[in-house]
């Protein structure tokens, strides 16, 4: 299937600032890309659904000035977490789909922590 | 709200059993349905898709998809410890490209 790179895998920063999170599709286009937050325990929330070269639409309840989505190229696109404070710890995946049958590729997901 | 529901277990078999999840939706409309595994921990992998009625089979996998009903199962033969796992059903949601996840269903298989 198709390779969906999700960069960094880990990351630690502190109450404030802001983590930047990259999905790249390796070998395919990617025409719309998603977000998801998932905690522990707990199923997939979709946060955000993103379209090369416009702005992305989200989901009740997800702030967009929060969570910042840039989808700027077919193989490229990127979460901001602004502000990130504790209680958004959580793990971060992005997903692809590059045709019309609707199969998802994943990212490996990135695991967030804000001290 | 289109939904689509699944037992979130844990659904525990023995090691060479059958193991069988199911899950239903809302949506008549849908007409695209995924089986994904998700390991703790990691992010989902697609295993299955499945677009028309009836049976689809790939090595220990079976997709059953019956669209009167609005039912959707995996059957995984020879269940082995490495099948362990949280299993999700996923149906698009129409018209696009939005994909509708289930909770999951915990599969524990017992060596």
């Known amino acids: 299937g198709a390779v969906v790179s999700q960069h960094p895998s880990r990351v630690i920063c502190k109450s404030g600032t802001s983590v930047k999170i990259e999905c790249r599709s390796l070998?395919?286009?990617?025409?719309?890309m998603f977000w998801y937050r998932q905690f522990p325990k707990q199923s997939l929330m979709l946060m955000a659904t993103s379209n090369e070269g416009s702005k992305a639409t989200y989901e009740q309840g997800v702030e967009k000035d929060k969570f910042l989505i840039n989808h700027a190229s077919l193989t490229l696109s990127t979460l901001t977490v602004t502000s990130a404070h504790p209680e958004d710890s959580s793990f971060y995946i992005c997903?692809?789909?590059?045709?019309?049958?609707?199969?998802?590729?994943f990212g490996e997901g990135s695991r967030l922590t804000v001290l | 709200q289109k939904e689509v529901e699944q037992n979130s277990g844990p659904l525990s078999v023995p090691e060479g059993a059958i193991a069988s999840l199911n899950c239903t939706y809302s949506?008549?409309?849908?007409?695209?349905f995924f089986w994904y595994r998700q390991y703790s921990g990691k992010s989902p992998e697609l295993i299955m898709s499945i677009y028309s009625n009836g049976d689809k089979e790939d090595g220990r996998f079976t997709a059953q998809l019956n669209k009167a009903s609005q039912y959707v199962s995996l059957l995984i033969r020879d269940s082995q410890p490495s099948d362990s796992a949280t299993y999700l059903c996923?149906?698009?949601?129409?018209?696009?490209?939005?994909?509708?996840f289930g909770a999951g269903t915990r599969l524990f298989v017992k060596a």
């Open positions: 997903s692809a789909t590059g045709g019309s049958t609707g199969e998802l590729f």
């Open positions: 070998d395919f286009q990617a025409t719309t």
């Open positions: 949506d008549r409309g849908s007409q695209s």
């Open positions: 996923a149906v698009d949601g129409g018209g696009g490209f939005k994909t509708i």
